[in-house]
């Protein structure tokens, strides 16, 4: 058995005595070495513990999960992300496929965490995905994390042409001519790209607008996007492309 030590960073102390306790029931690989209760005291922690993970809660009053990692000179652990619902940090964890738990914490989202974090223990993947989280948030979204059977592809928001549904997977067509295929749903993909010059115009299908080359009214409405393929547009979601349409 795999055995991590790790810390738990959350400036409400019930908060991370529920989260303890939670590890040492379902998660007895993990070791926990020690708790800050602040930005500031997790910086000395972890230059202490040299923890393989750190649990880290968002929002805190004296500096956010975010800041105390742009502060750090690197980040050579992995990192599970523990929040109470913020739809703008998710959407930014998801775009890095980073793991992450809401509060309260369900038993079985942290042992998939976990889990998760043993099977894949790469420093350096870990690393790149925080850079490009932390790049992302001083700067507008640009990459997407897409995570393949032995690696993460790191994919410009810009290049990706459409997103196709295929019930729990979806393919990405880039401009470049390649598809990649990633385990999560159109769904959720929608949920992170809309808002990022992506409409997602039928149940099966999300396109980057700026990649339509003609739409056409007949057949009930189609789509043709640069790569040459035709493509439908839902009834109910004609108008509302149509005036994203014409607004660009």
Avoid: W
């Avoid at 942290?110 to 870990?126: D, E, F, P, T, W």
């Avoid at 790049?135 to 995570?147: M, S, Y």
């Avoid at 493509?231 to 109910?236: G, N």
């Amino acid at each position: 058995m795999i055995a991590l030590t790790a810390i738990l960073v959350d400036d409400e102390a019930n908060n991370r005595e529920n989260l303890r306790l939670a590890l040492q029931q379902f998660c007895k690989e993990v070791q926990v070495v020690g708790e800050a209760d602040s930005a500031i005291s997790a910086m000395d922690l972890i230059a202490e513990q040299q923890p393989d993970l750190v649990f880290l809660d968002i929002a805190m009053p004296q500096g956010s999960g975010f800041e105390l990692l742009e502060s750090l000179p690197e980040i050579n652990f992995d990192i599970i992300f523990v929040t109470a619902f913020d739809q703008y940090a998710i959407r930014a964890i998801r775009f890095c496929a980073i793991d992450y738990l809401l509060k309260p914490i369900d038993s079985l989202e942290l042992k998939n965490a976990v889990n998760r974090v043993i099977q894949n223990r790469r420093k350096l993947q870990q690393a790149k995905k925080m850079e490009v989280l932390l790049d992302n948030r001083r700067k507008k979204e640009k990459k997407l994390a897409l995570p393949q059977s032995d690696h993460i592809e790191f994919v410009e928001v810009a290049d990706i042409v459409r997103c196709q549904g295929d019930r729990n997977y979806t393919h990405f067509y880039l401009r470049d001519g390649r598809r990649l295929l990633v385990s999560r749903t159109l769904k959720e993909y929608a949920e992170i790209l809309e808002g990022q010059s992506f409409f997602r115009i039928h149940q099966s299908h999300l396109v980057n607008l700026d990649c339509i080359r003609k739409y056409s009214k007949r057949d009930g409405g189609t789509l043709t996007t640069t790569d040459g393929k035709e493509l439908p547009v839902a009834r109910a979601r004609k108008e509302r492309l149509l005036a994203l349409i014409m607004d660009r």
